[in-house]
């Protein structure tokens, strides 16, 4: 049922997509840029090989010290998630991952699910930082963020539902043994182990990366601007894209958020003022569609022992 409804999904916004870019784009224009600017999609293709190196890194140091994992390893099997990601319908390539590290190392599927969870709450702390950057550069009005509508009695609202949260969380806690099946609290106990397993000392090497892979995609939406001229998008106007984009891209849809990326970044496009920028978005997507998704196979298929089929029934039987 949520294959059938992300497709649904993905068709509609893909659909309205073509439909607003039919007068705008021309694939003449389009191999005309690439022709001649060829060496900025080259540079964003490299630094986005790099970021998954850094992505990689960063994992291995959110591994407990007494656990052991190849970079290499890490490295091929961000690829593969991506590629995972890329060609179903629905999101499941980080449990695909947890799934393929887990039986490469004798430990639980869970544990390592927990690990990548905490990947996605760095990311998510990151992208928050560039949120904030963007709405004091370009205003929270022009944004059309309008915070004059808080007031006293929302905070006390807010507070309040806090408050009840914990409570209940507290009560909760109470029955949590008793009432909660004993695989389910395994599971869950070696999520949050895998997600709280980061190693103190390489804290600084976290952080950095993090920051480091976060500024090469904004380095890479600046550089495939590049090869269309006419557009004239800065640094934080690259941003200001990418945070949206990540955004959107929370939404669990699969074929690498095709349609809903789109739609996404043509609205902070249309909010820029920027016209005829069908050729950029195009390229935007598929430059790292296509590298994720080659690269992710070619990983996928020389891995040999993990096939689509298996990935399937672990991720059945433990989630």
């Known amino acids: 049922v949520n ?10 916004c893909l659909f309205i997509f073509i439909n607003n870019a039919m007068d705008n784009f021309n694939i003449e ?26 992505r990689a890194l960063r994992w291995k140091y959110l591994f407990a010290s007494d656990i052991s994992h190849s970079i290499k390893d890490l490295f091929s099997v961000q690829f593969i998630g991506y590629f995972i ?4 319908p629905i999101r499941i390539g980080d449990f695909a991952k947890s799934y393929i590290v887990a039986k490469k190392t004798d430990n639980k599927t869970s544990y390592i699910l927990g690990s990548i969870i905490m990947e996605r709450f760095l990311d998510t702390l990151i992208l928050c930082v560039f949120l904030i950057i963007t709405v004091w550069y370009y205003g929270s009005h022009y944004l059309g963020i309008d ?61 950095i990366s993090s920051i480091i892979i976060w500024s090469i995609y904004c380095i890479n939406a600046f550089l495939i601007q590049m090869i269309f001229p006419a557009l004239g998008l800065s640094i934080l106007d690259c941003m200001l894209i990418l945070v949206a984009s990540s955004f959107i891209q929370f939404i669990p849809t699969g074929f690498g958020a095709l349609g809903i990326f789109h739609l996404g970044v043509e609205s902070v496009l249309i909010k820029l003022g920027i016209m005829n920028y069908h050729n950029f978005l195009i390229i935007l997507w598929l430059y790292s569609y296509l590298i994720y998704t080659s690269l992710g196979a070619y990983y996928f298929i020389q891995n040999g022992k993990f096939t689509i089929k298996n990935i399937y029934q672990d991720l059945i039987q433990n989630y």
């Open 147 to 207: 915070f004059s509508n808080l007031s006293f009695q929302n905070d006390i609202v807010g507070y309040f539902i806090i408050i009840i949260f914990v409570l209940a969380l507290v009560y909760f806690q109470r029955w949590y043994d008793k009432f909660i099946p004993m695989k389910i609290h395994i599971a869950l106990s070696e999520i949050w182990k895998g997600f709280t397993g980061m190693q103190a000392s390489g804290k600084s090497i976290v952080i």
């Open 85 to 88: 990601n890329n060609i179903f």
């Open 29 to 54: 224009y389009l191999f005309y840029d690439l022709s001649h600017r060829w060496v900025y999609l080259l540079m964003a293709s490299i630094l986005l090989i790099i970021s998954v190196y850094f």
């Open 3 to 12: 294959s059938i409804i992300s497709f649904i999904v993905v068709c509609i």
